[in-house]
């Protein structure tokens, strides 16, 4: 059974950073494209970046791009999201995901197989 657990959320002011980090057990990670989302209260869960299998081309949301970065060690079977710039709109549970299959959008939620728990992410103004 495939597991992913997230750590490294927490509270920070806003302009500070955070690295979120997302293990991976009981499957093949080096095969798996992997995504960030997250969910603020009152709202609908979103994409926030994705790295393929590779760690090539990852792709972010408009509203993270150039200011979060995600990577991945296949050996440590982890995956990374390095949060700069933090504001207080990037409140929110975030959830790491695995999708096996490598096929479609990076951007749609339901394509992904394994979900972790998440980790909070609080930023103050």
Same mark, same amino acid.
């Given at each position: ?11 920070? !002011? ?12 009981? #499957? ?6 992997? #995504?960030?989302? %997250? !969910?603020?209260? #009152?709202?609908? %869960?979103?994409?926030? *970046? *994705? ?9 972010? *949301?408009?509203?993270?791009?150039? $200011?979060?970065?995600?990577? $991945? ?8 999201? !390095? ?14 995901? *695995? ?17 972790? !728990? ?8």
């Amino acid at each position: 059974q495939v597991r992913l657990v997230e750590s490294g959320g927490g509270l920070v !002011q806003a302009g500070g950073s955070l690295r979120l980090s997302c293990v991976v057990s009981g #499957g093949t990670f080096s095969n798996y494209r992997m #995504g960030w989302f %997250r !969910q603020a209260p #009152g709202k609908e %869960r979103e994409f926030v *970046a *994705a790295s393929r299998w590779s760690g090539s081309n990852p792709y972010y *949301a408009d509203s993270v791009k150039g $200011r979060f970065t995600i990577s $991945r060690d296949n050996a440590e079977n982890t995956v990374y999201l !390095q949060m700069n710039s933090l504001k207080p709109e990037d409140t929110a549970v975030y959830h790491c995901a *695995a999708d096996t299959s490598n096929w479609g959008s990076p951007t749609v939620a339901r394509l992904y197989d394994y979900w972790g !728990q998440g980790t909070q992410v609080t930023v103050s103004s």
